[in-house]
């Protein structure tokens, strides 16, 4: 699994590191994020790049893709390094997440090599105790201060609350193309919805 790196990454509503106030803070994001939730009926959708703005990037050059990866091996684990070459903006379980873009900076999720298609998921697991994102602004063994509330990785993180699938990208010879598809941008999936918004506490 990979996190990222706390400088490019930003995270609305989040209690944590805003005001002294943590329980106006906790409040305000319950309520927020519930409401969000309560408007859709899936985990989680992209915002930004529209579906036909990031597949119309793929075929420019690497610096004009919002998203590229390169594959590297050491020490018997194959990676695919992510690298957001433009921002990237999608909503998870009533979150909004705003991967900002840094061509210097790669995100590393290690892969199985012998397959050519890779699919990236977005995780976050809610502390059942706070109410809050599990994980915060952290420094990883490499000194570097990374955001551990958000995992990367090629399948949802076990036991997370919400997830969703962000990219998929396939093999060419040494190049790997990355695409969206509409699933990921569907704010509704067309089920039965309830269009009473509960209370703003979310209890009823």
């Not at 809050?132 to 997370?160: F, H, M, R, W």
């Amino acid at each position: 699994m990979a996190h990222i790196l706390s400088d490019n990454i930003s995270i609305f509503p989040l209690a944590k590191n805003r005001t002294s106030d943590r329980g106006a803070r906790l409040f305000y994001e319950h309520n927020i994020a519930n409401i969000i939730r309560q408007l859709t009926d899936v985990q989680g959708f992209i915002i930004s790049p529209t579906e036909e703005e990031f597949n119309q990037s793929v075929n420019k050059e690497d610096v004009d893709t919002y998203v590229r990866a390169t594959a590297e091996t050491s020490n018997n684990l194959t990676k695919l390094n992510l690298i957001f070459n433009k921002d990237f903006i999608f909503n998870l379980y009533g979150y909004y997440f705003h991967i900002k873009g840094n061509p210097s900076s790669m995100i590393p999720i290690i892969i199985d090599p012998t397959k050519d298609i890779v699919d990236v998921y977005a995780s976050l697991t809610i502390d059942g105790v706070t109410g809050e994102i599990k994980g915060q602004d952290e420094v990883d063994l490499t000194n570097t201060s990374i955001y551990s509330g958000l995992t990367l990785d090629k399948e949802p993180l076990a036991n997370c609350t919400a997830s969703l699938k962000l990219l998929t990208f396939t093999k060419h010879g040494n190049d790997w193309t990355p695409v969206t598809t509409s699933e990921s941008y569907m704010k509704l999936s067309g089920r039965a919805i309830d269009f009473s918004i509960n209370r703003i506490d979310g209890k009823h």
